[in-house]
Every structure is written in structure tokens, then in C-alpha cells.
């Protein structure tokens, strides 16, 4: 299926999706701290999105029981919020989280630290982030996708870290996963040609050893093989002629 160019009455309603889904985060963000349950995490994410009038989109999605993927340490994303989770410092958390508004999605991830964490484990927040700018450079009208994909594998693994490779970005628009896929690893063609109007989300998934995952049996929650930790860092970005449009980041306020 071809990849979607959305008219200027879609975007308005996206870039009002990214909106309050940034806003989500950085509320979000300010809660986490040794001794909060995932479960809390979730509820107060939900309580946010609808206060906006917004659905969150992951709920019931494909069955997932939940608004917002909780993960922590070595699980990589789409873990299941729970009472019995409670984060302890140290820790390091993804949030996964997806709005509609209007019947238009948002999609977008951070990591966060739970109080103290080691050196090693920032270093690992802040590469995943950056990877996500490094691969953005390449997020605009004629340059090719898998530039993207290219620019994200280089700089992670010029850490040491692992790739993920069995999750990748995707389309975003009425739904919230469109074609087309995006990898985060280097690919041997150099994919489709970006045009201005196509709206991405891109999501480098970063584990500190190697790029191997697994299901747990609750058939949602991936955790690295070698049990690493891992780290998520996702966006929804407009394709123009020129710099990309961050859709789910503030332009003022959030550092993201
Ligand atoms: N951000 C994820 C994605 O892009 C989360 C969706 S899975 C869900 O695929 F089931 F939790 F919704
Ligand atoms: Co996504």
C-alpha cells in the first residue's frame, strides 16, 4: 500500500494530537520516582488523555489491556502496567503512549530515570534519544527512508549497543500504524522516497548488549535475551520540503 500524504486538515488535527500527547509526557515524567507503581503510571496517563478529550489508542489495541506500555530495565516495550510493579531507584522506565483526537493519531515514547541511575545507564536514555535526531536529519521531502534507519543503526552502535530488530517504526494518520515500516537497522535497499505531507512515527528500541529480544508469556512484554537494559525513544514527525515537524514535542516547555 502506498504511503499516505495527508491533506492540511489532517495535520491540524495530528499536530493537536502530538500536542497533547507531549503534554502527557512531560506530566508524566514529573510523577516518576522510587516507590510508584506502573499500574499509578498508567492510571495517570489515562486521566491526562481524556481530560483532553482524547482516547488513548493502545487501550483494547489488539487486546492490550492497558493506555499506556510500561517498561522497565530489560523489557523493551508493551509491558502491561501493575499494581505489583513498583519501581525502585535505579530503575530505568519507558513510557509508551498513544492518543486519537478527532480520529487522528499521535504516537510517542520517552525514558526515564528513576531517581539515581548509573552513568551507564544514561549514557543509554541519551543515545536512544539521540539516535532518534541523528535519524531524523534524513526526515525530509527526497531522501530516502532507510537513510532514517541508516543514520539510527550507525550512531547506536557506535556505543556498542544492540538494535532492535524485530519492532520498527511505522506510517501514523486515521490509524496508528500505517505503511510504511521503519526499521531501525541498516537495510540493503534504501526504501521508499520521503515526500512532504507523509506523517512517521520513528522509535529506535536500544538495548545495551545485544539487539536479541523475547516474548514473555503474557504475549506482550519483550525483554532483551541477554537481559540488558533497554531504552525507547519515539516521536510522530511531518515530512515537509525542509526540517521535519516534531508533531509530539512542545515547541516550548518540554526538552523531551
Ligand atoms: N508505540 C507502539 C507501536 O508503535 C505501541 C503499540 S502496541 C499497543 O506499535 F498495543 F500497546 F498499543
Ligand atoms: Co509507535
Redesign the pocket.
Known amino acids: 500500500m502506498a504511503v499516505s500524504i495527508k491533506a492540511e486538515r489532517e495535520l491540524e488535527l495530528m499536530r493537536e494530537a502530538g500536542k497533547i500527547l507531549a503534554i502527557t509526557h512531560e506530566e508524566l515524567g514529573k510523577i516518576i520516582e522510587p516507590g510508584i507503581s506502573t499500574w499509578k503510571i498508567n492510571r495517570v496517563g489515562e486521566e491526562i488523555i481524556k481530560s483532553y478529550g482524547c482516547t488513548p489508542?493502545?487501550?483494547n489495541?489488539?487486546?492490550?489491556p492497558?493506555s499506556i506500555?510500561i517498561s522497565v530495565n530489560d523489557e523493551v516495550?508493551?509491558g502491561i502496567p501493575s499494581k505489583k510493579r513498583v519501581l525502585k531507584e535505579g530503575d530505568i522506565v519507558s513510557l509508551?503512549?498513544?492518543v486519537i483526537y478527532k480520529g487522528y493519531h499521535s504516537?510517542?515514547?520517552r525514558t526515564h530515570a528513576v531517581g539515581e541511575i548509573s552513568k551507564e545507564a544514561r549514557q543509554l536514555i541519551d543515545v536512544t534519544k539521540q539516535a532518534f535526531f541523528e535519524g531524523i536529519q534524513y526526515a525530509k521531502e527526497g531522501c530516502h527512508l532507510h537513510e532514517i534507519s541508516k543514520a539510527i543503526d550507525e550512531y547506536a552502535t557506535s556505543f556498542g549497543y544492540g538494535v532492535v530488530r524485530d519492532?520498527v517504526?511505522?506510517g501514523?494518520g486515521s490509524s496508528?500504524?500505517e505503511d510504511p515500516q521503519i526499521p531501525n537497522f541498516t537495510q540493503r535497499r534504501r526504501g521508499p522516497k520521503l515526500c512532504a505531507g507523509m506523517t512517521l512515527?520513528i522509535?529506535p528500541m536500544i538495548n545495551m548488549g545485544a539487539w536479541q529480544v523475547e516474548w514473555l508469556n503474557d504475549d506482550?512484554t519483550v525483554v532483551t535475551r541477554d537481559g540488558s537494559l533497554s531504552a525507547?525513544y519515539?516521536n510522530t514527525v511531518l515530512i515537509t520540503k525542509g526540517e521535519p515537524e516534531i508533531l509530539s514535542i512542545r515547541q516550548t516547555g518540554e526538552c523531551g
Open positions: 489508542s493502545f487501550l489495541y489488539r487486546g492490550y492497558a506500555c516495550v508493551h509508551d503512549a498513544g504516537d510517542a515514547a519492532l517504526g511505522h501514523i496508528l500504524h512515527a522509535e506482550w525507547h519515539e
